[in-house]
């Protein structure tokens, strides 16, 4: 018997189940994030040492821990590859990496424009702002792999094997802030140390983003799906013409 | 409303978060249309999976 997962690791299956969810989580997203927005805006206060200037870290921090749990799910779409050979395994991964890439992106930047007015500088080499610029670098890095190999297969092994290597970067992230004297500040506990008054309006906006992401995934993932199907109509095609099994004319 | 004296700081975050998510889900939608009219335009020249299944979105 099929276990849930492997049941949807058919691309057929995934094509009707994601088909089915997307409006709905898209919809969740947009009502969350218009929420949240308010939220922000219009209620919540400034903070009592930041100001208004708070108001970039309802933005801030969804963005970096997107940045972080999206190259969770590659490392683990990697690991589904490399081991189980599950077939939607590289799709995902490869649809979840300019996603990645444009979070931490936000995360840069936004807390750059944070920390220009509360510290003084755009930027400081310490060891959290570091870490999250070479994860940035790494989804790069995945993405230019990926795009400079012909061939899929060896581009998805190599890309899988790199993504796993590079899930060391992940702890130094988290913890960086405790192992380091950093300018970051730690980590926050929002069940005690937030107001409530800021602490929702934080917990919509990162539950909103997350809907986004999950959107914007399995929007990317169903796109991934159709482009290889039509890169193997192309093959079957071009093989029927030529009057080569369509495996030949794949290896041409 | 008022966001203080850091108002830009925060106006340039939240346009720069407004700019990449737009040019990410603009991207996608418009990727998703390209897979699917190139998939309509196989399937009408004949093109199919193989067990003749049509190979439009509903797959």
Known sequence: MQSWTQRLANPTRFMQVSGTLLPWVAAAAAALIAYGLYLVFFVAPPDYQQGETVKIMYIHVPSAWLALMTYGLIAISSFGLLVFRHPLADVSAKAAAPIGAAFTLLALITGSLWGKPMWGTYWVWDARLTSVLILFFLYLGLMALRSSLDDEGTAAKLTAVLALVGTAILPIIKFSVEWWNTLHQPSTNFTSTVDPSMRWPLLIMAVGFTLLFIAMHLAAMRNEVLRRRVKALRLQEAASRDGLPAHASAAE | ?59
């Open chain 2, 1 to 59: 409303m008022d966001l203080g004296p850091h108002a830009v700081f925060i106006w340039a975050s939240y346009a720069a978060v407004t700019v990449t998510i737009g040019g990410l889900i603009a991207w996608i939608v418009y990727d998703g249309a390209n897979q699917r009219a190139a998939l309509a335009e196989l399937e009408d020249r004949g093109v199919r999976r193989r067990g003749g299944k049509p190979t439009g979105t509903s797959l």
